[in-house]
């Protein structure tokens, strides 16, 4: 395997750990691309559990994920530095526990200078089991970060509709939901709610019967990234957008909770030389890292709500930027994540 510094998504992590406990045969990666040893301000990032195929492919997803934590931290003004977790590998059922109790000492090991809570693979429960264990678990307060996650994804959506297609509410909007699970079901709910036209896929069958018991159209899944709607919602994995998939995307807004969804930065231009709004990732799905915020700094849920409604007002900044450069949403987000990021 090359060496993290050698990996093309590196982007100057200040460390790499790789952490194994020989005993229950947990293995994971924690990539910390700002960190602070003095612990002026904590890292934070969730912890996400999957079967990788290499152990290559796992530091790459650390690595990205991590420092789309910086640029969430950057863009939203909050005071922390990007992190995440990764587990190689979901243990079996009998197993799981002991894996647990591993990661929750790992956890500790940062001294509350790296902070973690839930993301793909792992669930609430599971948290609350590492909770028992370490006292540096986030996103276990009055709100859920799935739910102010959905949130915010739900305010930047409507503002992009309002600047891609000059409409001020949802009515008669349609719009493609890939992923009906945590955060993608509450964001049908609240599209639904708003009177948009909710078409949505899941590749886990309970996932879509429940969406279709709240009005979801179900689609196959596969067929969601070019489907003509309106805006199309990834909420499943990273990486949907692909020099292979790009010119299939008939949407003409993408706003969605997924992390990483361009496969490559180049990605971002190439929505905009096709007249696609992209809502950058980070931005959109902030609200998760909200209500990290609210935990670790101690506000109350009336800021947590405004602060995932401000959202769209980032958005407006960020456009604002963008038209005043001339370059793509995604170009000015990175520019002003880049002059925001933590040292
Ligand atoms: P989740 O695991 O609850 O839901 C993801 C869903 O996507 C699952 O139901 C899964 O079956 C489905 N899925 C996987 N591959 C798919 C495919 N190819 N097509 C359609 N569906 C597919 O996770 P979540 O918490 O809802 O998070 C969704 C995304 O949002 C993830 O990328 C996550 O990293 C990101 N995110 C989540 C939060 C949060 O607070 N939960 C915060 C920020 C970002």
């Known amino acids: 395997m090359i060496a993290p510094s050698e990996h093309p998504d590196f982007d100057a992590h200040a460390a790499v750990c790789f952490l194994h406990d020989a005993k229950t045969g947990a293995r994971a990666i924690v990539a910390l691309h700002r960190f602070d040893p003095t612990g002026t301000y904590p890292s934070v990032g969730g912890c996400r559990m999957r079967d990788y195929a290499t152990t290559e492919e796992a530091l790459g997803d650390a690595l990205r994920l991590s420092r789309g934590m910086s640029s969430k931290c950057a863009v939203t003004g909050l005071p922390f530095g990007g992190a995440k977790a990764v587990v190689l590998g979901v243990p079996e059922p009998s197993a799981r526990r002991a894996v647990l109790d591993s990661l929750a000492g790992f956890v500790n090991g940062f001294g509350g200078r790296f902070r973690t809570g839930v993301d793909v693979g792992l669930s609430a429960c599971d948290v609350e089991t590492m909770r028992t264990a370490t006292p540096w678990m986030v996103g ?204």
């Open 140 to 343: 276990t307060g009055p709100i859920r970060p799935d739910a102010l996650t959905a949130d915010g994804v739900f305010a930047t959506l409507k503002r992009a509709v309002r600047h891609r297609l000059g409409r001020d509410g949802l009515t008669g909007t349609s719009v493609g939901v890939q992923g009906l699970g945590k955060v993608g079901l509450r964001l049908a709910q609240r599209l639904l709610q708003d009177g948009a036209r909710v078409l949505g896929g899941d590749v886990d069958r309970a996932a879509n019967e429940e969406a279709a018991g709240m009005g979801v159209e179900i689609v196959d899944p596969a067929t969601l990234i070019g489907l003509d709607v309106d805006v199309l919602a990834p909420c499943a994995l990273g990486g949907v957008i692909r020099s292979d998939t790009v010119g299939a995307i008939r949407a003409r807004v993408i706003a969605g909770s997924a992390n990483n969804q361009l496969a490559t930065a180049d990605m971002g231009n190439a929505l905009h030389e096709r007249g696609i709004f992209y809502v950058p990732d980070y931005l959109a799905n902030a609200g998760g890292l909200i209500a990290v915020a609210m935990q670790i700094e101690g506000h109350d849920e009336a800021w947590a709500h405004s602060q995932a409604a401000g959202l769209a007002d980032r958005l407006d900044e960020i456009v604002a930027t963008a038209d005043s450069l001339g370059v793509s949403i995604a170009t000015a987000a990175e520019q002003l994540a880049a002059d925001r990021r933590a040292p």
